[in-house]
């Protein structure tokens, strides 16, 4: 069995047998710890899948801040951590059009007002940059969490939540007279 050292060394020499190493040795204590946190068995696999494409992609183990284990674990707990407040966020929006659509369905008028409004949306996505626009399509219409939207978009995790930060702020400036 290859140390800590070796296997992260042998990761980023590329070498598939390391991959497969570290799965042996730390698969089952990452799917137990992100299935406790996630509470879903497909979900917790397939943040399992994300985590090793990244580290095969890209280690970032630092062996001076401590054991890959520690950093392996911190990484499993972050990103289920995010998964979550993804699906709470979008959760929370669908939640919120559903209701402001039943609002608006009451008659004809709020009915012509919903597709102006819908209009005025569309329009103010429009006007955003391709990539802050292209995540936030992602996230609401294919329910996708950031980590999942980094991966697709080619982006670092921090990059996609500044997107999502900066089109928030300037669609709030955009349609004030709507909020």
């Known amino acids: 069995m290859l140390s800590d050292l070796e296997l ?8 598939p ?10 698969g089952d204590l990452m799917y137990s710890l ?20 990244s580290i095969w992609k890209q280690c970032n183990y630092n062996p001076a801040r401590g054991s890959l284990r520690s950093f392996l674990m911190i ?4 990103r289920a951590i995010d998964r979550l407040r993804a699906q709470k966020t979008v959760s929370k929006t669908i939640q919120q059009q559903q209701k402001e659509s039943d609002r608006f369905a009451s008659n004809s008028l709020e009915e012509a007002a919903t597709d102006e409004i819908s209009e005025r949306v569309r329009n103010a996505l429009a006007q955003l940059p391709e990539k802050q626009r292209r995540a936030l399509e992602l996230a609401y219409y294919e329910g996708l969490s950031q980590s999942e939207i980094s991966q697709r978009l080619d982006a670092p995790l921090g990059t996609v939540k500044s997107w999502f930060r900066l089109s928030f702020a300037k669609m709030r400036q955009t349609l004030q007279d709507l909020i």
């Not at 992100?34 to 494409?53: V, W």
């Not at 990484?75 to 972050?78: E, F, N, P, T």
């Open 17 to 26: 047998s390391a991959l497969a190493a570290l799965y042996d040795c730390y």
């Open 8 to 15: 992260f060394q042998a990761l980023v020499a590329k070498d």
């Open 75 to 78: 990484l499993v707990r972050s």
């Open 34 to 53: 992100a299935l406790r946190i996630l509470g879903n068995r497909q979900e917790a696999e397939d943040l399992i899948q994300e985590i090793f494409l």
